[in-house]
């Protein structure tokens, strides 16, 4: 049986194998940083989950750029947060930290949100191509279509997707 249902108060429970399938097709862990950040600096906790689904999978990993972490933050973004944060200790290493990187990430998102007055879809494109692109494409005003990388669009995409994902899927676990 898929779902179990709890004698005589009617709550749906997953099956282990449910579970297993979500774990695999749809991860998430450190939700209670990522809902604490995501209030700190007022986002979406299932847009955090989003960015770091399409990042890393909740991996801990280190790109080819060298880029580190859940949030697939770079060395020079990573100072650049901390000079602008008042973090005067970072150190490169922290940035395997899950609690250090996705504050990093969430401060970083935060920054471009409020850069593009808002708008998701260039914050989200920042994210992934750097700010001077997405400024040559239409900064505030862009939409997905206008997006001329197409490795860059498609990531967009996919975070889009992926909020609604867990949004649905999670919507207890990020606090939603």
């Known amino acids: 049986m898929a779902i179990a249902v709890a004698v005589g108060v009617g709550i749906a429970l997953s099956s282990p194998i449910e579970d297993a ?17 995501a209030r ?10 989003a960015i770091i689904y399409r990042e890393s999978k909740f991996r801990d990993q280190t790109s080819k750029a ?4 859940l949030m697939q933050i770079l060395p020079s ?5 901390a000079r602008k944060s008042g973090g005067t200790e970072f150190t490169k290493g ?25 708008n998701e879809v260039a914050a ?3 994210y992934n191509a750097g700010h001077g692109r997405v400024d040559d494409w239409g900064g505030a005003q862009l939409r997905v279509e206008d997006i001329r990388f197409p490795e860059t669009r498609q ?5 889009l997707q992926k909020r609604g994902e867990y949004a649905d899927h999670y919507r207890d676990e990020l606090g939603l």
């Open 40 to 49: 700190d600096k007022n986002l979406d906790p299932a847009l955090i989950a």
């Open 94 to 118: 922290d940035l395997g930290d899950p609690q250090i990187n996705i504050s990093y990430g969430c401060w970083y998102f935060r920054y471009l949100l409020d850069l593009y007055d808002g």
């Open 155 to 159: 990531y967009t995409r996919e975070v």
């Open 21 to 37: 399938i979500k774990e695999l097709t749809l991860p998430l862990r450190h939700d209670d940083i990522i809902r604490q950040q």
């Open 66 to 69: 060298g880029a580190k972490g």
């Open 124 to 126: 989200i494109a920042a």
């Open 77 to 81: 973004t990573a100072e650049f947060v």
